[in-house]
């Protein structure tokens, strides 16, 4: 067996389910569980419509790079959300079965091992980023919530992940900060992993989460340069079981990853893609994904106001990023037990990094039930806090 798989740490679910071994959720509530980003909106009817009519793409073996017609739908959706001066879909687009797979799989057609590879990750962060460093055979390096980039040493970093809008956080980067990352990639020669997976899920119509191709065009980077952007269908279109998503942006690290997963044999099914055109070509579902999610955030952010519990609107993202008065541990565990609520440790969602773990005393909300079972959770959870 590969010796790095045991490097990896125990999967932030399996430690909570670790966590509540023994534990016996009050009986006399209905469960409600928000531990988990898993979407629960229905998927849109013409994403179906399409995949049942594309059934016959079942009998064909797809190419890696995947439909003409897709690439192009997904290009000319990233030019409207974006202010892009161009994306060419025959080398600057890559279709991919999730961004969670291509993320992975990223770091291991980018990373040289041989060098002492070391990548950047931020923390509290996405488990991926590390376990791909770690089976790449490169070292991760943490940036805490809230460093700047300039307090770690980027001297032998060969990838650097990047979350915008941030999980658990919710935080999106700004277009000073993305100048920042790039000139750091160009003096240090790293390429950008830039992870967008929640960048249709925001509150304000009218201020979308600023993307990383946008901002590489803004300050003149107009060959997306060392960079590279991972989104997906699967938040933004209520769509996570058809595993399907897209690569974007330079396109000789697109070439590369592309001859890589020719060999990894991760082409998505002619059923799927066809769904899939169909979905990055509508908007209507998308606004009333994001109605929807607002509608929590409405409904549940002045419940916290009443109480000592911490929790700022997030910039994107579907997450409430609490701050507990006790151990987050003890936090989830004794909720679960007394108000049958399940929501996520923070610190299983980062790394002891620079003398701190910075998810400690903090807890991961989920808003993906339905908006009476997020009113009632938040409920409970005032209740419990008054205890505390």
């Known amino acids: ?73 997904i290009a000319s959706w990233a030019r409207r959300r974006y202010t892009l001066a161009a994306l060419d879909p025959d080398t600057q687009i890559l279709p991919v079965n999730g961004s969670r797979e291509a993320l992975f799989s990223f770091a291991q057609a980018t990373i040289d091992p041989g060098k002492s590879a070391r990548i950047v990750c931020p923390n509290p962060f996405y488990q991926i980023y590390e376990g791909a460093a770690l089976l790449a055979g490169a070292t991760p390096l943490f940036l805490n919530a809230g460093m700047r980039f300039a307090e770690i040493d980027w001297t032998g970093v060969q990838l650097a992940y990047a979350c915008s809008p941030g999980n658990p956080t ?16 160009d003096r240090h020669d790293f390429a950008i992993a830039s992870d967008e997976c929640y960048s249709e899920i925001y509150c304000d119509e009218a201020k979308p989460p600023l993307g990383a191709l946008d901002a590489a065009c803004r300050l003149g980077r107009r060959d997306y340069r060392r960079l590279v952007v991972f989104s997906s269908l699967s938040k933004r279109s209520n769509a996570p079981g058809m595993r399907s998503g897209f690569v974007a942006g330079d396109a000789a690290l697109l070439k590369t990853y592309l001859l890589y997963r020719t060999y990894h044999g991760s082409a998505m099914s002619h059923s799927v893609q066809h769904a899939s055109i169909a979905a990055w070509k509508d908007e209507a ?16 952010l002045p419940l916290l106001e009443r109480t000592s519990l911490k929790a700022e609107k997030p910039e994107g993202g579907f997450y409430l990023w609490l701050r507990t008065p006790i151990d987050d541990t003890a936090f989830v565990r004794d909720l679960h037990r007394q108000y049958n609520v399940l929501v996520l440790p923070g610190s299983f969602l980062a790394r002891e990094a620079h003398g701190t773990n910075p998810g400690r005393n903090h807890v991961r909300i989920a808003l993906v039930a339905p908006l009476d079972e997020c009113v009632e959770a938040l409920g409970r959870i005032m209740q419990f806090a008054k205890a505390l």
């Open 170 to 185: 919710g935080r999106v980067m700004t277009l000073a900060e993305w100048g920042e990352l790039f000139e750091l990639a």
């Open 285 to 300: 579902h998308v606004r009333e994904n994001r109605r929807l999610y607002a509608a929590k955030f409405t409904a549940v």
């Open 1 to 73: 067996m590969n010796s790095r798989l045991a490097s990896l740490q125990i999967y932030p679910f399996e430690r909570l389910r670790t966590l509540l071994a023994g534990v016996t959720p009050n009986p006399a509530l209905r469960p409600v569980d928000l531990s988990i980003g898993e979407p629960k909106h229905p998927t849109p009817s013409l994403v179906k419509e399409a995949l049942a009519a594309s059934l016959d793409g079942l009998a064909v073996y797809p190419r890696t790079a995947g439909l003409p017609e897709l690439r192009q739908a």
